[in-house]
């Protein structure tokens, strides 16, 4: 078999020095407490249709002694840089685990590799450090991908309020709400959108259908195309709304775009939903929304939702802002594409979703690759490149409700990984800004694994450096 070298990439505006290098054996296989709530976790995923993960990696304690040390390393890693070690990632089993030891500019900070399941992916450090650093580990590849996203409840704070909303990298989640217990087929995600915003996500991706469409009531019921997204009772648009709020009141340094189409059963047209939404929620003197047909900047959009609409306006809306509009248009949205832009010029969409089989699976990663790739080409700020910057809007999703094995999670299963990977190593080749776009997700944040989202925020690093 062949060894991998441990390789390092340094995705932080600072440069590191690995120093300290240790080897622990793999625990032993004798079945503890731990290993019968992995047991039982794991049959309640097959019960719920839900996907296996590896069995739970242990965290490494002060007891637990190295049968390995090198603790005179001093491998310069500069910001921004991938390095290739002479360090074989294990010498007697695949299953080892590592601790290694960085310095940054006088603080030393810690990371246990595989990372353990029952931890975030944060180093460990000083009290009051100067950098807080968080590792996303490729165990495929033995490599390690260094990144400045450990603030994920408030990491907007960190970024001028001059930078165009259009140019950072965002993590997002399509049909946002669908955490609730419904069929396999329905269900997108694992975590609540509370928890989704807690963690990073700044994009969701919302289909509602109005309860009342003739009198133009508030309702607005949260479905999955003409499915309810919970089969425990109907769930509203103006509680998701409410947690929304709490969540910007609390942060005021974020933002959340919101994009909102309507779907399901009955006879609503797009016209009342957007009535709708300006009478009941979007106000003109309401200061949460932003409305204006234009990308903001993100000192205009701290604090505010982003409408993004994917429906068709009302007369009297089409006229508003000077007769620009309202809100961001997606109304022309193409339909299961590759690589589309809006007629608005605001919005370029990967979003092909029709994956018939589970062996065209990797024909959608190469479209998210792909789409990614365009996004970090846009270079921003524009200097020698001036013109629209639109979102690139890239949906991680695909499904086909007649096939088991390509429903969103077991799609989510192969399609998160495989992006991570990408994000986490594609850097040699890259001639952009290394922007990500908004990258749409499903499934993240199942068993506490945000490594997507670090990743994506992560990617902020080099924008925020920039503009310093």
């Known amino acids: 078999m062949v060894v991998k070298k441990l390789t390092i990439r340094n995705n932080t505006d600072t440069p590191i020095n690995l120093k300290r290098l240790e080897r622990f054996r793999a625990p032993g296989q004798s079945i503890g407490t731990d290993h019968i709530t992995s047991l039982a ?35 310069h ?46 180093m460990k450090t000083v009290d009051n450090p100067k950098h807080r650093f968080t590792g996303v580990w490729v165990k495929p590849e033995s490599f390690l991908a260094i990144y400045s996203s450990a603030n994920l409840h408030a990491w907007m704070r960190e970024l001028r309020d001059d930078t165009l909303l259009s140019s950072l990298s965002i993590p997002g989640t399509h049909n946002s709400p669908t955490c609730h217990v419904a069929p396999p087929s329905v269900r997108c995600q694992a975590v609540s959108p509370r928890e989704q915003l807690r963690n990073g996500v700044r994009f969701f991706d919302i289909r509602v ?19 309810p997204v919970s089969l425990t009772g109907t769930k509203y648009f103006r509680d998701l709304m409410n947690e929304v709020n709490d969540f910007l009141d ?21 016209e009342q939903l957007a009535q709708i939404l300006h009478n009941h929620y979007a106000k003109d003197d309401n200061q949460r929304w932003w409305t204006r047909p234009k990308i903001p900047t993100l000192g205009e959009a701290r604090g505010k939702v982003i409408l993004l609409r994917r429906f068709n306006l009302s007369e009297d809306l089409k006229t508003k802002h000077d007769g620009h509009g309202w809100g961001l248009d997606g109304s022309a949205w193409a339909d299961n594409t590759a690589n589309a832009n809006c007629p608005s ?9 029709e994956v018939q089989e589970p062996t065209n ?40 409700f007649w096939k088991t094995n390509t429903w969103p999670e077991k799609i989510a299963a192969k399609v998160n990984p495989a992006v ?15 922007s990500t776009g908004i990258l749409v997700t499903d499934w993240v944040g199942l068993d506490g694994d945000w490594d997507l989202v670090r990743c994506i925020v992560g990617m902020n690093a080099k924008l925020r450096l920039r503009q310093n």
């Open 41 to 75: 976790r794991n049959f309640t995923r097959v019960l719920t249709n839900q996907t296996r993960s590896e069995a739970p990696i242990a965290t490494l304690s002060q007891a637990d002694k190295p049968f390995d040390e090198q603790a005179e390393l001093d491998i």
């Open 77 to 122: 890693i500069e910001a921004f840089t991938t390095k290739e070690t002479d360090l074989d990632f294990f010498k007697e089993s695949e299953k080892e685990r590592l601790r290694l030891v960085f310095g940054a500019e006088g603080e030393e900070h810690t990371i246990q590799v595989p990372i353990p399941t029952s931890e975030t992916a944060t």
């Open 209 to 227: 259908q109005p309860q009342y469409p003739q009198e133009l009531k508030e309702d607005l019921i949260l479905v999955h195309s003409v499915f």
């Open 250 to 270: 609390k942060n005021p340094s974020e933002t959340l775009i919101i994009s909102l189409k309507r779907e399901g059963p009955g006879d609503a047209k797009d």
């Open 345 to 353: 010029g605001q919005l370029c969409i990967q979003d092909f979703y």
């Open 361 to 400: 699976i990797e024909q959608k990663i190469q479209y998210v690759k792909d789409h990614i790739d365009r996004a970090s080409k846009s270079r921003y700020p524009f200097g020698d490149h001036p013109g629209p910057h639109p979102f690139f809007i890239n949906f991680l999703s695909a499904s086909n």
């Open 420 to 434: 991570v990977n990408y994000i986490c190593r594609r850097h040699e080749n890259d001639d952009g800004d290394s």
